[in-house]
């Protein structure tokens, strides 16, 4: 009788200590490549005692970081504390030492995760280990919530691909050009600042040797994010680049990379063995083609602009589809008078 009214309670407090786990992942997000953004908070009689997050990969994990927290906050009640991860603790030497052991010499006594570790030589091992040290393990809390932020890793270490996000500025009637004389500029400059915030997430922007002549992008990340410039991928059959663009002359140039005659999915591969695990292809009509073409893409965010050019370049160039493909997951954000949509494709 006492434990059925008992257990919801802890449950409620499970998801209360795990949100506060994902808000410290949260932080990491943009910044852990190619490992994943992860959090974690020290509780201990109902109150927290540490907090962390893996801010860079090869510092320390999530889980260090909350228990140094803690050492320094309240190193007496760490014995007995309970550990909130949003994603399942490494149990081998990588970069850093292994998680599992850490907390057990910590001397923790209960652990809670989210989400599996994707990583094959972590996933599903934490339980077993922390188990038979004595230690209670519950799993599964805030689970959709936490995976999200895990996509892009998951991807990479389980496929040797990077998680692709495909963007693209349109007219309502899908053109990415609008007569001449009239400027470049389709959608709204609120819409294209928000887009900066897709470039604070990956490692990469991919876009076609095109878009680098006709539209001379400087395809940087401009919005106060201390996050590494993202890396500049051009993709050219026949190599002719303008030397003065930005792309090769900014500040940046170190961090543009020039891929010749390289098809989708080959192209993402190659990327994934550079160790990146996130891609955002940005154009230009062709390259985005090729990329859904290829059945490359897992993720689409469309900016769409009140207005018909009634001609132009089409959005996604190529031959025409066998079948169209479906979103999930679609989100409908108004920027001003733009739409934002994003989603993210079914596979037939
Ligand atoms: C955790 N907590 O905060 C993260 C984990 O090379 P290392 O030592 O940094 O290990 C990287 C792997 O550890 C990575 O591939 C993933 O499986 C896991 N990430 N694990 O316990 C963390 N970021
Ligand atoms: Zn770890």
């Given at each position: ?150 996509r892009p890793f998951a991807k990479w270490i389980t496929t040797g691909l ?163 493909v479906a979103l999930e997951s679609v989100t409908l954000l108004p920027i ?6 994003t989603g993210r494709p079914v596979w037939p």
């Amino acid at each position: 009788m006492k434990q059925a009214v008992m257990s919801p309670a802890t449950h409620e407090s499970d998801l209360h200590w795990m949100s506060l786990a994902l808000e410290q992942a949260r932080l990491g997000i943009g910044f852990t490549s190619p490992n994943p953004a992860v959090g974690a908070v020290i509780v201990a009689g109902g109150e927290l005692i540490g907090q962390g997050y893996h801010r860079q990969a090869g510092l320390p994990h999530a889980e260090i970081e909350a228990l140094l927290d803690a050492q320094s906050r309240a190193p007496e009640r760490i014995p007995g504390a309970t550990i909130y991860v949003t994603l399942e603790p490494c149990s081998t030497q990588g970069r850093t030492g292994p998680c599992t052991s850490a907390i057990q010499a910590a001397g923790i006594t209960r652990v809670v995760w989210a989400a599996q570790d994707p990583n094959p030589s972590h996933v599903g091992r934490a339980r077993q280990l922390l188990e038979s040290a004595g230690i209670s393990v519950t799993t599964g809390i805030l689970e959709a919530q936490c995976q999200e932020i895990l996509r892009p890793f998951a991807k990479w270490i389980t496929t040797g691909l990077p998680y692709v996000i495909a963007k693209a500025g349109q007219s309502l009637d899908g053109r990415i050009t609008r007569p001449a004389g009239e400027g470049p500029w389709i959608t709204s400059e609120a819409a294209r600042a928000h887009s900066q915030g897709l470039r604070a997430r990956v490692d990469a922007i991919l876009v076609g040797a095109e878009t680098v002549r006709q539209d001379n992008p400087r395809l940087t990340l401009r919005n106060g994010s201390a996050k590494e410039q993202p890396w500049r991928i051009i993709l050219t059959r026949g190599g002719h680049l303008p030397a003065e663009a930005h792309v090769f002359t900014d500040a940046y140039q170190d961090r543009t990379l020039i891929l010749r005659d390289l098809a989708f999915p080959d192209v993402l591969r190659d990327l994934a063995t550079r160790g990146i695990t996130s891609v955002l292809i940005e154009g230009g009509g062709n390259v985005l083609g090729q990329a859904f073409a290829s059945r490359s893409v897992d993720e689409v965010c469309w900016y769409i602009a009140p207005r018909l050019c009634g001609g132009g370049l089409p959005v996604i160039g190529g031959p025409p589809w066998a079948q169209s493909v479906a979103l999930e997951s679609v989100t409908l954000l108004p920027i001003g008078d733009n739409i934002c949509l994003t989603g993210r494709p079914v596979w037939p």
